[in-house]
T-cell receptor, first 114, second 114 residues
């Protein structure tokens, strides 16, 4: 089985722009979670999608949004980029979600905001 | 509020020496605990997890972890470190909720010297 894939792997944007990141989960996985990873902050949970619905949300401003398509692929969008949004954005998938399931992580998209 | 603390930002050990990485959590109910490893340029890989039962859990790559409820700890150990173990290690707690909601520590960076 192919693993979790994320595109693009690297992005450079300027302040004020918006960006869309994509995540394709493992085939058959319906839960997709997004995390922001920064030095010193570790991984912070952004949100989780299941069956095209946002099921859980972390403590991030409304500039961060996402969606999930019927094939379970997910996108996250960050509008009005700020310098502090520079980070590694990780996507993880699991079968149906829940604390007992193993999450499988993609390699991440590294976003640099100038 | 839930939180995960990894007190050691960086640890250096000699190859062949034993290793212990510390993790403390704050969570009101029985936690679901995880250790992940992240190699440079890679996503996170699950090392081991604890849900219930035997408090000493075995994982991949020769790692083990012990859950101590009285100390709210879930420390990761390995008897003999290999150079390939150099990576970033993350402890995480999953909360009992609909879907995925995980809290990660800030990570411990492991350097292995020959």
């Amino acid at each position: 089985k192919a693993g979790v894939t994320q595109t693009p792997r690297y992005l450079i944007k300027t302040r004020g722009q918006q960006v869309t990141l994509s995540c394709s989960p493992i085939s058959g996985h319906r839960s997709v979670s997004w995390y922001q990873q920064t030095p010193g902050q570790g991984l912070q949970f952004l949100f989780e999608y299941f069956s095209e619905t946002q099921r859980n949300k972390g403590n991030f401003p409304g500039r961060f949004s996402g969606r999930q398509f019927s094939n379970s692929r997910s996108e996250m969008n960050v509008s009005t980029l700020e310098l502090g949004d520079s980070a590694l954005y990780l996507c993880a998938s699991s079968l149906v979600g829940g604390p007992t399931e193993t999450q499988y992580f993609g390699p991440g998209t590294r976003l640099l905001v100038l | 509020a839930q939180s995960v603390t990894q007190p050691d930002i960086h640890i250096t050990v000699s190859e062949g020496a034993s290793l212990e990485l510390r993790c403390n959590y704050s969570y009101g109910a029985t936690p679901y605990l995880f250790w992940y490893v992240q190699s440079p340029g890679q996503g996170l890989q699950l090392l081991l997890k604890y849900f219930s039962g035997d408090t000493l859990v075995q994982g991949i790559k020769g790692f083990e972890a012990e859950f101590k409820r009285s100390q709210s700890s879930f420390n990761l150990r390995k008897p003999s470190v290999h150079w390939s173990d150099a990576a970033e290690y993350f402890c995480a707690v999953g909360i009992l909720n609909t879907g995925n909601q995980f809290y990660f520590g800030t990570g411990t960076s492991l350097t292995v010297i020959p």
